[in-house]
């Protein structure tokens, strides 16, 4: 998908290995670090509701049965009836490694698509994803740590949360980059306005890609696994912040200039062939 996209956006694959190689260690990182305030406000739409969810169900645990939709409240009863019996529900994956690999990067796949493309619904579907992801995390917190299994859950989350809450992030801030090209069209017409935002949105979706594999290997073989120390786990988690820190942030050159695809950087940038509105 990753090499299949990119080639779509770009149209220039002389050499589909190095053109996707290129992509990930250039392109991805620099069209995120120029669209960084996208995924700030994607962060702030997920963990905002999170804290809030969480110091409201401590406060009153009658909130953790208030509904989001029809028959899913934010807690359920049977994540409930897991935690009063000191158990995780997480507990069973590691007798499923590999399945349970495939089926959560498979979900997590799924969650980043939905904040992706929700754009194209000026944004509603991806702010929609962001807050109840964030108000359902928040509760399944706040339902451990009233059962004084917070810190549990923590170890769990740990070695792949970087990776995987890394991604959701920056899925829902191609989609809010989507939708400032539909909301705010500026000097062009929104049609154009969209097919300039298109561009490094995507670019910034299929970056993460990678990332939900990475976290679904580690979450289906390592996260659950109770016969790791939780000490080992939080080395996992450090190791891996520190390593996608280091890749997003520092910036790199291509070791060969013959590859060079056109990279947009920033959907700011204004691009003289595009008619402007009138």
């Known amino acids: 998908l990753v090499v299949k996209g990119h080639n779509q956006v770009y149209q220039s694959p002389k050499n589909r290995w190095r053109d996707l190689a ?11 670090r120029n669209n960084i305030i996208y ?26 049965h208030l509904e989001l939709q029809p028959g899913h409240p934010i807690v359920s009863d049977e994540l409930f009836a897991y935690v009063e019996r000191k158990q995780l529900w997480t507990d069973a994956a590691q007798e499923q490694s590999p399945a349970a690999s495939s089926f959560i990067a498979t979900n997590n796949i799924r969650v980043c698509l939905l904040s992706f493309v929700g754009g194209i619904s000026f944004g509603l579907i991806t702010v929609y994803v962001l807050i109840t992801n964030g108000i359902s995390i928040g509760g399944v917190f706040a339902a451990c740590q009233l059962h004084d299994m917070a810190l549990r859950l923590a170890a769990f989350v740990a070695p792949h949360g970087v990776f995987e809450l890394s991604a959701i992030w920056i899925s829902g801030g191609a989609g809010l980059l989507m939708a400032k090209g539909m909301l705010f069209p500026g000097q062009y017409k929104r049609a154009d306005s969209i097919k300039l935002t298109a561009r490094p949105a995507f670019t910034m979706f299929a970056g993460c890609i990678p990332l939900l594999l990475i976290a679904g290997t580690i979450e289906g073989f390592i996260s659950p696994r109770t016969d790791i120390p939780q000490e080992a786990k939080y080395i996992v988690s450090t190791a891996t912040l520190i390593v996608l820190l280091m890749y997003l942030f520092i910036p790199r050159k291509w070791p060969s200039q013959e590859l060079k695809p056109e990279i947009i950087i920033s959907a700011d940038e204004p691009l003289a062939q595009l008619p402007q509105s009138k």
Do not use: E, Q
Not at 44 to 53: I, R
């Open 22 to 32: 290129h992509y990930l260690w250039i392109t991805f990182p620099a069209v995120y």
């Open 39 to 64: 995924v700030v406000v994607s962060f702030l739409l997920f963990a905002l509701p999170l804290v809030g969810t969480w110091a409201m169900i401590l406060d009153d645990v009658k909130v953790a």
